[in-house]
């Protein structure tokens, strides 16, 4: 403004900053024309647009193998057909101190995006999203508003294409049972009241074989490493409510190390209990006590 002396109070400075506008916005439309006209030729020669993938660089616009990389990549899709899910292979690779290709600690979207890449098979499926204009800049997902590239053989393949064909299925499979064995979500007593004293995240209820608990959502996701809180029996819980039900509505539960539970009541009093652990023992239903014994008797059988 300063440089061209525009006064915005003025009509000769509105029209001056109207007309700049005009030629800024022409020469961003301009560039935005040239970049995907240069990513379409790209795209036409087979080549990549993102070289950013666990297990390749891409070198004059091919990706080449990193070894170290690929070799987590096929461990991910080994663990996943020998039958463990994406938390678990997360935890698996975080526990054994491997990293992401950014250093930081896997997570489970990252083991679901590896396990979907079709990239791994050497083929490239090019064109995927696009950016909406010039303007808003938004990536949105091409449903056939662009043209897609379909790219046979464009580099060596880290998984071969019926492992990664057999991991969709999988995938699907599993999402499948789930979908249909997964109860609708309810809303119980202590949803959202009760939060971890150790990381600040909330508990969630979970339906265990000893019977149902709450239990942080740290510890539940990424275990004991990176919360050493402690998952309690529903029924604690519950006989400890009702015991300070007379004191008013409870708004919070804060749970704190040696099995401290900190009730929070609507006028702002506070309460302190302190809960015992069950035994080994009460830990057991029948179903699980008829396992062990069945166990127990075929074991003997056979030394006999």
């Known amino acids: 403004f300063e440089e061209q002396n525009i006064h915005t109070a003025s009509a000769?400075?509105?029209?001056?900053l109207t007309i700049l506008a005009s030629y800024a916005q022409e020469e961003s439309l301009s560039v935005s024309e040239n970049m995907k006209w240069r990513i379409k030729k790209n795209f036409e020669d087979g080549?990549?647009?993102s070289g950013f993938v666990l297990g390749y660089r891409c070198e004059n616009g091919?990706?080449?193998?990193?070894?170290?990389?690929?070799?987590?990549?096929?461990?991910?899709?080994?663990e996943y057909l020998d039958g463990l899910g994406a938390t678990a292979i997360m935890k698996g690779l975080n526990d054994d101190g491997i990293r992401t290709r950014t250093g930081k600690p896997w997570r489970i979207g990252g083991i679901l995006k590896v396990l979907k890449?079709?990239?791994y098979t050497g083929n490239l499926i090019l064109q995927k999203t696009y950016s909406e204009n010039h303007l808003t800049k938004r990536k949105m997902i091409n449903c056939g508003e662009q043209p897609q590239y379909h790219v046979e053989g464009a580099h060596e393949a880290i998984i071969d294409l019926a492992t990664w064909e057999a991991v969709q299925e999988e995938i699907h499979r599993r999402a499948e049972y789930y979908t249909a064995k997964k109860p609708s979500a309810g809303t119980y007593t202590f949803t959202g009241l009760i939060r971890c004293s150790v990381c600040g995240k909330k508990y969630r209820r979970k339906t265990t074989a000893s019977g149902i608990i709450w239990v942080c959502t740290t510890y539940n996701t990424h275990g004991k490493k990176a919360c050493a809180s402690k998952?309690?029996?529903?029924?604690?819980l519950t006989v400890l409510a009702e015991k300070n039900a007379r004191r008013g509505q409870i708004t919070a539960v804060t749970v704190e190390?040696?099995?401290?539970?900190?009730?929070?009541f609507a006028d702002g009093s506070e309460c302190c209990e302190v809960w015992q652990?069950?035994?080994?023992?009460?830990?057991?239903?029948e179903e699980m006590r008829?396992?062990?014994?069945?166990k127990t008797r075929e074991r003997m059988k056979k030394d006999a």
Do not use: C, H
């Open 47 to 49: 080549k990549p647009w």
């Open 277 to 285: 652990d069950r035994s080994r023992s009460e830990s057991w239903t």
């Open 62 to 78: 091919q990706y080449v193998i990193v070894p170290e990389e690929a070799e987590v990549v096929r461990r991910i899709y080994r």
């Open 231 to 236: 998952a309690i029996p529903e029924p604690i």
């Open 290 to 294: 008829a396992e062990v014994g069945k």
């Open 257 to 264: 190390q040696n099995n401290r539970l900190i009730f929070t």
């Open 12 to 16: 000769d400075g509105e029209l001056m």
């Open 117 to 119: 890449n079709y990239n």
